[in-house]
C-alpha cells in the first residue's frame, strides 16, 4: 500500500513556473515506476510524464516536452514535477500516481496508487 501526497499548485500567470511535489509513504517509493497526469474540466485524464524506478527512463507528453521535467529523490520517497515556460492550456488538475513496475506506463488505468491531486491556473 502506498499513499501519495501532493503538494505545489496554485495560481500563476502565462510564462510562470511551478514545482510539484509528491511523497510517498507505505511502501517504498523506489518498487514504483512514477507518473504524472492531469484532468481538464470536461476532458479526460491525459498522461503528462513518467519516470522508472530508478529514474534512467523518462517519458513526456508532446505537449509538456521542453518545457516539464519529471524527476524522483528515492532516498526521500518523493517525485517532481517541474512546470516551466506555463501556458493557459496546462491549466488543470495535476495528479501523481504509482505503478508497481519498472517503467512508468502513459495508460492511467495501469497506475495502482494515485494522490488527491493538486489544481494548477494559468492566466494569460
Known amino acids: 500500500q502506498v499513499q501519495l501526497v501532493e503538494s505545489g499548485g496554485g495560481l500563476v500567470q502565462a510564462g510562470d513556473s511551478l514545482r510539484h511535489s509528491c511523497a510517498a509513504s507505505?511502501?517504498?517509493?523506489?518498487?514504483?515506476?512514477m507518473g504524472w497526469f492531469r484532468q481538464a474540466p470536461g476532458k479526460e485524464r491525459e498522461f503528462v510524464a513518467g519516470i522508472s524506478r530508478r529514474g534512467g527512463i523518462i517519458y513526456y507528453a508532446d505537449s509538456v516536452k521542453g518545457r516539464f521535467t519529471i524527476s524522483r529523490d528515492n532516498a526521500k520517497n518523493t517525485v517532481f514535477l517541474q512546470m516551466n515556460s506555463l501556458k493557459p492550456e496546462d491549466t488543470a488538475v495535476y495528479y501523481c500516481a504509482a505503478d508497481y513496475t519498472n517503467t512508468a506506463s502513459s495508460r492511467y488505468p495501469e497506475y495502482d496508487y494515485w494522490g488527491q491531486g493538486t489544481q494548477v491556473t494559468v492566466s494569460s
Open positions: 507505505g511502501r517504498t517509493c523506489s518498487s514504483y515506476a
